[in-house]
Structures are given as C-alpha cells and as structure tokens.
C-alpha cells in the first residue's frame, strides 16, 4: 500500500505569522471549496497550507456613510447578511446569496472567491467591479491598495508573497443589480454573469463575468450608454452592438454561447435595477 502524502497545516492567529508560513513555502486555505477540488481538476494538493480563520481581521465589517470594508475571511453568507438592506449594494448581495449552493456559500470566502486565479465564473468579481472596490494585500513588505480591476489582472503574482486582507467599497452607487445564467438551478458554475451600478449622475457601470478567463468592465457599453436613461431593451440592443468579448471555451458552454446571451443578461440586469430604482 502506498504511504499518504505528509502534510504541513500552519493554523495562523495573526497576519504576520500567515505571511511568514506563505513566505516559507505554504499555500493559503480559506474556506476549501476551490483548493480541496484541486485533484479533480488534475492538479495536486500542496503539502505545507495555512489557514486563516483565526485571523481576526479577516472577519470583520465595517459600515460607515461612505463605505463598507469587508475581511477576506467573510463567507458568501457572511458578507450577504452584512450588506442586505444597505442602500446601492443589492448586486453584491444577489451576488454572494445566488452563488453555487448553500453548502458552499456558508464556507466559501470573499477572499477565495476573488484570489482563485483560474477561476473565471467568480461572482464576486463582477458584483464588486461595478462599485470600485479596492483590495487591500499584506505581505512582508507591508500593506498595499490597489483597485479589484488591476489586483484580478496580477493576482497569480501578487498572491505569491501577499494575503488578500480586505475588500474596501465606496458607497457611491445608488443602484445595483446581477443577473447571472447557470444551466441547472443551483450547484453549477454560471455560465455569464453581467453585474450594473448606477451611479448619482445616472452613469451605468457594467461588468461580465465567467465569459472570459478574467472578469472586467464593460467599457464600451458604459461609454455608449453615457448618463441618459435608458430602457432594458435598449440597453440590450446596445449591449449587441458593442459587443467586445471573446468567449472562453468550456465544460459548460461554447464561447459563443456565452457571449451570445450576454445582451439578454444586460436586459434582465436593467429590469432588476429598474425594479430597485
Ligand atoms: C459545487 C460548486 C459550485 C460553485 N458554484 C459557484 C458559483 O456559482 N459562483 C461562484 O462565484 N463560485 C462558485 N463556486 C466556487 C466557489 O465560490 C469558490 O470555490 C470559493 O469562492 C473559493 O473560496 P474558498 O474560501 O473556499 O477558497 P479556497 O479554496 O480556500 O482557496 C482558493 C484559492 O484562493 C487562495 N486564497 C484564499 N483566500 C486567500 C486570501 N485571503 N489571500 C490570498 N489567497 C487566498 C488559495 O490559496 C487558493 O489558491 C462553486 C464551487 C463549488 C465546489
């Protein structure tokens, strides 16, 4: 019979003793649910992990008038209970209470959902892209902030050397709104996912998620949009002709596929944000 792989678990009670065992070669485990599927996806477990769920910064929330900064620690569920009912942060919390299924949602981190660099269907990341939210890294060197847009692009480096400590939101929105299409009910990834914000001036922030390898804005759309308000459909017919995404090809669906639906997701996200509105 062959031996069991030894391994190393650091149980971390500060932020300064996770960044030392991931200096020292450990990976970082949140909640699980991605890193303990590593095999099925053909990748092997690491052998030497830090857990961060004693860390208490990375649980905690702060509210204020002009924002929200969430601990990475924060599960799916934590962070829905903690913005339900806060005025232009609805999309977030579609977001984190749609995503995959209860189990999971009550394990899964924030920081996990936006650290797992070869996950492209995250939901978090678009539901947070559209409000401006900033990371906040802390690695040896010290802390850093940078916008979620540029930390998603750099993440497989960055996270090398640095825990994803916080997530900081401007409360600037007035409105938001995310529509996503899984193929079955619950427990699959979605297949898109389009996120929108309204902003005071009537701007429309939009964001896609789960069509390409990395979540990002939709700049074209928000430009030819401006601050004028507009119908669902004609965001829709928008949504069509200035359409800029090239579709990953994946075990749920086609690229095509998941660019085709895209103008009807921008549709049923304007409808929500209408009905909010
Ligand atoms: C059946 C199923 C269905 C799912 N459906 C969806 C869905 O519909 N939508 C969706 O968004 N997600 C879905 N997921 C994915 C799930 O959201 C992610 O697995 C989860 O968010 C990862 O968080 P975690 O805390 O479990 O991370 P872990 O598995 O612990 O870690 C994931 C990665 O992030 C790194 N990491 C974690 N936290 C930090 C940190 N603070 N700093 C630095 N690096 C860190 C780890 O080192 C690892 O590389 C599904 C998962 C399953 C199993």
Redesign the pocket.
């Known amino acids: 019979m062959l031996d069991k792989p030894q391994r190393h678990v650091v149980f971390a009670e500060s932020l300064d003793v996770a960044i030392e065992a991931l200096a020292g070669g450990a990976?970082?485990?949140?909640?699980?649910?991605?890193?303990?599927?590593a095999e099925r996806r053909g990748e092997p477990l690491p052998a030497s992990v830090v857990l961060?769920d004693r860390i208490p910064a990375?649980s905690e929330v702060v509210v204020t008038d002009t924002g929200v900064t969430l601990g990475?620690?924060l599960?799916?569920v934590a962070v829905a209970n903690a913005l339900k009912g806060l005025a232009g942060l609805q999309g977030i919390v579609t977001?984190a209470s749609?995503?995959?299924?209860p189990a999971?949602r009550h394990?899964?981190?924030?920081?996990?959902?936006?650290?797992?660099?070869d996950?492209p269907?995250?939901?978090?990341?678009p539901a947070l892209l559209v409000q401006g939210a900033e990371v906040e890294?802390a690695s040896r060197s010290g802390s850093d902030r940078m916008p979620l847009g540029a930390f998603l692009a750099e993440r497989r480096a960055r996270?090398r050397s640095?825990?994803?400590?916080r997530v900081h939101l401007p409360r600037e929105a007035v409105a938001s709104a995310h529509a996503?299409l899984?193929l079955r009910k619950a427990?699959?990834?979605?297949v898109a996912i389009v996120s929108l914000a309204r902003l005071p001036s009537g701007a429309l922030r939009v964001a896609v998620g789960s069509v390409e390898p990395v979540a990002r804005r939709w700049t074209a759309l928000e430009a030819a949009i401006g601050t004028r308000p507009i119908s669902p459909d004609e965001a829709a017919r928008l949504a069509l002709a200035h359409m800029d995404f090239e579709g990953r090809d994946g075990v749920e669906a086609d690229g095509w596929y998941r660019v085709a639906v895209l103008p009807a997701l921008v549709k049923r996200a304007m409808e929500d944000l209408e009905a909010r509105a």
């Open positions: 990976s970082v485990l949140a909640g699980g649910t991605w890193m303990m599927r961060l990375l990475a620690g599960t799916h977001a749609s995503a995959a299924n999971i394990a899964a981190t924030l920081g996990g959902n936006l650290a797992a660099s996950f269907a995250a939901d978090l990341a890294l996270l640095a825990i994803l400590v996503r899984p427990g699959d990834y979605p």
